[in-house]
């Protein structure tokens, strides 16, 4: 009797160290293939400059924000940059009219972009016009507003930028009037990161239309971007 139960006891823990070696063995597996289905699933963050010059100053302060949001995690971080100027951007279809005849619509391959579902940060950039944003950034925002019907944005991050031609000329308030619209999408607001750790991206053109030499603004456009792509990457 005491032989069978003593027989009994091993088989049990030979079942059992067995099942246990299995156990390590289908978690170390699965570990190394969510470290490669992580490193696969890219998050892509995007960047529009809502400025009528091409490649000048809201395109390079956007430069430096995606440099530094990709920096972060270069293996699984895109970025893309998107040039409103020389695009047509209408707003009436915004506003329930038909375009003028012979006028063309470049919005839809720019939404095409924007509405991906590997976007998970979208970083507005304007110049400073009379102190608010420019009209080609309110035309974008107003259009924006096809994906609010069903709040295809909702979740995503974002982040804006300014430009403006004094350090104190009104890009807080371009920042601000960017924020409210795109927090109507559900969308997250993110501020430039610390040390600055403000609202955005803020930066200076003193005229030559090069603002490398804006130290303080750089440092918020890359602040802006580490900050934005740590958050993605936490919700991708």
Request: hydrophobic letters at 40%.
């Amino acid at each position: 009797m005491d032989r069978m139960v003593k027989r009994r006891k091993v088989l049990q823990g030979l079942v059992f160290g067995s099942a246990g070696a299995g156990l390590v063995f289908a978690e170390t597996r699965s570990a190394q293939e969510e470290k490669q289905v992580l490193a696969q699933r890219k998050i892509r963050i995007v960047a529009v400059s809502c400025s009528c010059r091409p490649g000048k100053t809201t395109a390079q302060g956007l430069r430096y924000v995606l440099e530094a949001a990709q920096a972060v995690a270069p293996d699984r971080i895109e970025t893309v940059l998107i040039e409103l100027a020389g695009l047509r951007i209408p707003v009436e279809p915004a506003l329930g009219l038909p375009l003028l005849p012979g006028d063309k619509d470049d919005f839809p391959q720019v939404a095409e972009q924007i509405a991906s579902p590997q976007v998970k940060a979208l970083i507005v950039g304007s110049p400073v016009h009379y102190g608010n944003m420019s009209t080609l950034c309110k035309a974008f925002l107003d259009r924006l507003g096809q994906f609010r019907k069903e709040f295809v944005l909702s979740g995503r991050l974002a982040g804006a930028l300014a430009v403006g031609g004094a350090r104190n000329g009104g890009q807080e308030y371009v920042l601000e009037s960017i924020h409210r619209a795109l927090l109507c999408h559900e969308m997250m607001i993110v501020g430039d990161g610390r040390p600055t750790g403000h609202f955005g991206a803020t930066l200076w053109n003193p005229g030559t239309d090069d603002i490398s030499g804006d130290e303080f603004g750089i440092k918020t456009a890359q602040n802006l971007g580490r900050h934005i792509a740590t958050l993605a990457l936490r919700c991708g």
